[in-house]
């Protein structure tokens, strides 16, 4: 038995220690280090969780090639059950390169690879009937997994009483809201942050986001946005939440990292209040390293934070 089986993507991260500037074209620039880490919001959720002592599976798929094997073998070092992590032969296995710039956003140059085919049959009624909370990471970014096939995994989820998790991806524009439509109505908790949330809807203002999500169906609408916070929705919450500050040196995972501390409160029976509280500490902690996962704080460590660190809330 499970606390929470992560579903979605895992992806292999090349990152660079944070450099001045983007180099110009032809020069050649030194960054301190060159992480190779494990990266993909189904593989960062789970070791987040396994960090805080949450028994967790991963399912996802990865290729038949040296960067499979390595997120397998981080993942379970990390303490991540991988026994449904997929092998496609015959696709590489997914890769990000992340470029760090001190003082900007992050930038991403992806490959899906073995990702590309993942449909949501790799997950079964028997997987859905083992573990308390089902999240599924990077909507949008597996062409495979349709709005049927998601629909009726959410379904499947909501007969056996597991609470849902979902969280996506945005590749670029397009019709994101037809999907979303489908599977929302069947969706606990929907937590897009406010970038994603303003390039399927149209609104930059996170409450109206959060109001367009809530008519589409989810139960609780979080929209996670940085440095401001997070906004709710549900039929009893309304409210905007504070941040915990932190020295930032690379923003890689901070979501996941949220993601992973709000389902942490949902298995501790917590209020959602309570459950954002955790999250952004979680999300706050991962800011600290490079790497989607390495500044994350462990249980102790997180129970040491909020003990002596609280949020602040505004109702809206």
């Known amino acids: 038995m499970l606390d929470c089986l992560c579903v979605g993507i895992a992806v292999a991260d090349h990152i660079c220690v944070p450099i001045d500037r983007l180099p110009r074209s032809g020069e050649l620039l030194l960054t301190e280090r060159l992480n190779l880490t494990l990266g993909g919001h189904a593989a960062n959720v789970s070791v987040d969780l396994a960090k805080l002592g949450v028994k967790v599976g991963i399912t996802a798929r990865v290729g038949n090639d040296l960067f499979g094997e390595f997120l397998r073998q981080e993942l379970t070092r990390a303490g991540v059950h991988t026994v449904n992590l997929v092998e496609t032969p015959d696709k590489d296995t997914s890769g990000t390169l992340i470029i760090n710039v001190k003082g900007d956003d992050r930038r991403f140059i992806h490959t899906i690879g073995a990702n590309g085919e993942f449909d949501g049959r790799e997950v079964t009624t028997e997987m859905l009937q083992a573990t308390r909370v089902l999240y599924v990471g990077a909507l949008f970014a597996l062409p495979k997994l349709t709005a049927s096939a998601l629909k009726e995994l959410l379904q499947q989820a909501r007969a056996v009483g597991v609470p849902t998790v979902l969280d996506v991806v945005i590749p670029g524009p397009g019709d994101y809201l037809t999907t979303l439509r489908e ?10 942050n406010t970038d994603e949330a303003a390039q ?31 906004v709710v929705l549900s039929e009893t919450n309304r409210f905007r939440s504070g941040v915990f500050r932190m020295e930032y040196i690379d923003g890689t995972g901070s979501g996941d990292a949220f993601g992973a501390g709000f389902i942490q409160g949902m298995l501790q029976g917590a209020d959602v209040r309570r459950c954002v509280e955790i999250g952004s500490a ?35």
């Open 282 to 316: 979680l999300g706050a902690s991962a800011v600290r390293r490079s790497g989607a996962t390495a500044g994350v704080f462990t249980r102790p460590e997180l129970e040491a934070f909020l003990q002596s660190n609280r949020m602040e809330f505004q109702p809206i």
């Open 200 to 230: 399927i809807t149209g609104e930059t203002d996170p409450l109206a986001q959060a109001e367009v999500f809530r008519r589409l169906g989810a139960s609780t609408v979080v929209i996670t946005c940085g440095g401001d916070g997070a």
């Open 183 to 192: 599977v929302l109505p069947w969706t606990d908790v929907f937590m897009p």
